[in-house]
Structures are given as structure tokens and as C-alpha cells.
């Protein structure tokens, strides 16, 4: 793979990356703000929160939906750019979200939860080893989740309504995989903290393609006009007591990908 090209930096620690309404959007965890790429190349605030993790994706509607966290809340800013509770998830310790085609949204932390369009939760699964990114197919029929502590990515069927079923190993890594996303070949790419890279997996674990990076890679997101720019966000890593030693060390960058992405997010 290419080098990869630093498109923001001086941020803290950048997170959660969406393709979004032809611009790329993500998180700064540190700053406490979600932002867009704008026009100009720049990134632009678009909403402020509360302390991190910091996750969000964009309902069907285009709404943003972003995870409270710690008051174990789903949140949605509408049009205007209010933003209100939409969701009561439960104990508090909330992390990452993705909503699918037919805007049914799986949310991961203590539990996974599918959240319905009309703001019904439901428990989905439990267990896992430290649940981090996930990603859907584009036929709507398979969630992968990230297990980080567990190196491994782990696949559920998505019944008509929503519900998981049929939980299994989609592959085993050699590192611990954070934010994740799927390209038209079926391959998954992931990006790894401790390792600073980004990889291309197919199921069963075979590493396609591999992206260095200098710093710790948090989450990964194809994007661009034809979704064929990797986007991938990363940052120095001291952890979460020592958020704000993080500010300045975030970047953002971008390469040439082999495969256009596709599915959620």
C-alpha cells in the first residue's frame, strides 16, 4: 500500500470516521467535538458533547445519533442542531454505534442493544471480550463486531426485524482490532492501537493489505466520491485517565484503496 497522506492533524485523540453526505466526519474525544471536513480542507464543528467515548453514526433520516456514554443515553441532534435524548440504554460504559440500511441501530458496551427506529432497546448479546467497532454488509444480513481484548472479529446474522442471531468467529487477528469497515470484496479493514496499522482482512483472518502508520490507528472508514479513500484515524495513546495529554498528537490521514467501500457505516 501507499503512504498514507496526514489530512488534519493537531487534534487529540480522533475517533469514530463516517462517510457522510459527501464529506468525511469524526470525533475528537479529547476536545470533546464531532467534526466535518469541510470545503476548504478544514475541520468544522458540528456538535459539542460530553465526555468521551465519543461515537456516532446518522439515522435514516440523516440525524445524527451520538452515544452519551456515561449516562447511558442514545442522543439525537435534529435539523436545527438540537440535540435530545432519544434512547434510555441503561448502566452507563456505552462505546460504539452503527446503523444499518433499513435504520435499525446496534449500539455495543455492557451488552449489545438494537435500538429501533421508534427508540425500542432490546438486548441483543453479551460477553464479549471489550466490544469495539462494528460494520454491516450491504445486504443488511450481517453485523461484525470488533472484539478488541479477544483479537478477534465476531459475525451475527441480522434477522428481517433486527434481531441477531448465529454468533461466530469471522476471524482471528494477531492484534486488537478497534474501528472497523467493509469493502465490495467482503474484506474487512480494521485499525490497530498497540500495532499502529491499519489491515485488510478477508473472513477466516488472511491479511490482504497492510497500512503503517506512526502512531496508534483507532478506526478506519472508506470514503470519497467512489469510496475508494481509505480514511483512518489515530493518535498517541496514554489512556483514558490521561485524555487530555492526548491533544495534538490526532491525526487523520488518507490512502488509495484497493476496493470501494460499501454497508454500514
Known amino acids: 500500500m501507499n503512504q498514507p497522506t496526514v489530512r488534519v492533524a493537531g487534534r487529540g485523540l480522533v475517533e469514530s470516521p463516517r462517510w457522510h453526505d459527501s464529506h468525511l466526519w469524526f470525533a475528537d474525544w479529547t476536545a470533546g467535538e464531532i467534526l466535518r471536513l469541510g470545503a ?20 435514516a433520516d440523516g440525524r445524527m445519533l451520538i452515544v452519551a456514554s456515561q449516562a447511558g443515553q442514545l442522543l439525537r441532534r435534529e435539523v436545527g442542531g438540537t440535540i435530545a435524548p432519544f434512547a434510555e440504554l441503561g448502566a452507563a460504559g456505552w462505546n ?10 446496534y449500539v455495543n458496551g455492557p451488552q449489545l ?4 427506529p421508534d427508540g425500542k432497546v432490546s ?17 443488511n444480513q450481517t453485523l461484525i463486531i470488533a472484539e478488541s481484548h479477544a483479537r478477534r472479529l465476531t459475525a451475527f446474522d441480522i434477522a428481517a426485524n433486527g434481531a441477531l442471531s448465529r454468533r461466530r468467529v469471522w476471524a482471528e487477528l494477531e492484534g486488537p482490532p478497534d474501528g ?7 474484506a474487512v479493514w480494521y485499525a490497530d492501537v498497540p500495532n499502529a496499522y491499519c ?10 493489505d497492510e497500512v503503517k502508520l506512526d502512531r496508534g490507528g483507532f478506526a478506519c472508514m472508506l470514503g470519497g466520491p467512489d469510496r ?18 492526548m491533544g495534538g498528537a490526532g491525526r487523520v490521514w488518507s490512502v488509495p484503496a484497493p476496493a470501494a467501500g460499501v454497508g454500514w457505516p
Open 40 to 59: 476548504d480542507k478544514l475541520p468544522e464543528v458540528v456538535a459539542e458533547a460530553a465526555a468521551p467515548p465519543l461515537s456516532f453514526d446518522f439515522d
Open 96 to 105: 460504539e454505534i452503527v446503523v444499518d440500511g433499513r435504520g435499525d441501530v
Open 113 to 116: 442493544v438494537l435500538v429501533t
Open 123 to 139: 438486548v441483543q448479546a453479551d460477553g464479549f471480550a471489550f466490544p469495539n467497532g462494528m460494520a454491516v454488509t450491504p445486504d
Open 180 to 186: 472497523i469497515c467493509i469493502d465490495e470484496t467482503g
Open 199 to 208: 489491515r485488510r482482512v478477508r473472513e477466516g483472518g488472511e491479511v490482504l
Open 228 to 245: 475508494r479513500t481509505l480514511y483512518i484515524t489515530g493518535a498517541n495513546w496514554f489512556g483514558m485517565d490521561r485524555m487530555g495529554e
